[in-house]
């Protein structure tokens, strides 16, 4: 079983920016493929990017591409999401996943953190 803790969630101002955590329990990190989900209020869950455990490639939804940045630091068992040109529309529950591969159903989640972008 692997343990999601995600932080870094706050209110920002419309064009800011904000730096989500976060850390798993996995021992084997590095073997996990971490993605981030977002859900607003009175939608369903979408996906905003993830960052695969074999190369670190990155892929974005649209929405995103160009303002948000993923990364990963295996030593500290923490991805990162790097959120820039924040928009009210960013406002959301954000999530963290993990899978035992770089493709397919995502195994475990993360409670959520809450980004809210003031416009």
């Known amino acids: 079983q692997v343990q999601l803790v995600e932080s870094g969630g706050g209110l920002v101002q419309a064009g800011g920016s904000l730096r989500l955590s976060c850390v798993a329990s996995?021992?084997?990190?590095?073997?996990?493929?971490m993605g981030w989900f977002r859900q607003a209020p009175g939608e369903e869950r979408e996906f905003v990017g993830s960052?695969?455990?074999?190369?670190?490639?990155?892929r974005y939804a649209d929405s995103v591409k160009g303002r948000f940045t993923i990364s990963r630091d295996n030593a500290k068992n923490t991805v990162y999401l790097q959120m820039s040109s924040l928009k009210p529309e960013d406002t959301a529950l954000y999530y963290c996943?993990?899978?035992?591969?770089?493709?397919?159903?995502?195994?475990?989640w993360g409670q959520g953190t809450q980004v809210t972008v003031s416009s």
């Open positions: 996943a993990a899978r035992m591969s770089d493709y397919g159903i995502w195994d475990y």
């Open positions: 996995a021992r084997t990190f590095s073997r996990y493929g």
């Open positions: 960052i695969r455990r074999i190369d670190g490639s990155t």
